[in-house]
């Protein structure tokens, strides 16, 4: 049973530029949300996908956009990257009804 | 708005020794509690999760939390630390009743000297 996969696992990207990141959740998982970890610090919430609708949102400029497909995969875009947008982020992955979101191994962006 | 504290950023361990990291939430009601572990260039993996009933609650790799409401902390423990365990710990709280979103601490970096 695989679990949450993300892709590609390293990018490097200029400023001002734009950036897809990619999330499959795991199997039998229908809901998946985004997060941004900045070096040394925990993972911020960015926003969290259901039934292909952005449900909730952390404090992230409109910059930072999604969406999620009828297989429940999903993409993190983001748009005008500025150096601060460097960090690992991940998706985690849950099924309604249950607490517990299970986590990718997350994408490492790097933006010069 | 919840928030989390994981006062000790770096804690230093000889293997084989026990463990305590310490976590604090601020938040009005119980909300669920979580232990993550992040491995160098690695995601979160659970460590353990609290939602009610028993404030002691197992996990995996041998680690242990307790629930304290009175403290509001739920710290983690291991009775003996092995090399394997040193990786950064996340301590995380999500607010019942169907909000998604997890609130997590700053992280604690675990070093084990042997």
């Keep these: 049973d695989a679990g949450v996969t993300q892709s590609p696992t390293h990018l490097i990207k200029t400023r001002g530029q734009q950036v897809t990141l990619r999330c499959s959740p795991k199997s039998g998982h229908d809901t998946v949300s985004w997060y941004q970890q900045a070096l040394g610090q925990g993972p911020q919430f960015i926003f969290q996908y259901y039934e292909e609708e952005e449900r909730q949102r952390g404090n992230f400029p409109d910059r930072f956009s999604g969406h999620q497909f009828p297989n429940y995969s999903s993409e993190l875009n983001v748009n005008a990257l500025l150096l601060g947008d460097s960090a690992l982020y991940l998706c985690a992955s849950r099924s309604r009804g249950q607490e517990t979101q299970y986590f990718g191994p997350g994408t490492r962006l790097l933006v010069l | 708005a919840q928030s989390v504290t994981q006062p000790d950023i770096h804690i230093t361990v000889s293997e084989g020794a026990s463990l305590e990291l310490r976590c604090n939430y601020s938040y009005g009601a119980t909300p669920y509690l979580f232990w993550y572990v992040q491995s160098p260039g690695q995601g979160l993996q659970l460590l353990l999760k ?52 997890l609130t997590f601490g700053t992280g604690t970096r675990l070093t084990i000297i042997p």
């Design chain 2, 50 to 101: 609290y939602f009610s009933g028993d404030t002691l609650v197992q996990g995996i790799k041998g680690f242990e939390a307790e629930f304290k409401r009175s403290q509001s902390s739920f710290n983690l423990r291991k009775p003996s630390v092995h090399w394997s365990d040193a990786a950064e710990y996340f301590c995380a709280v999500r607010k019942t009743g169907g909000n998604e979103k």
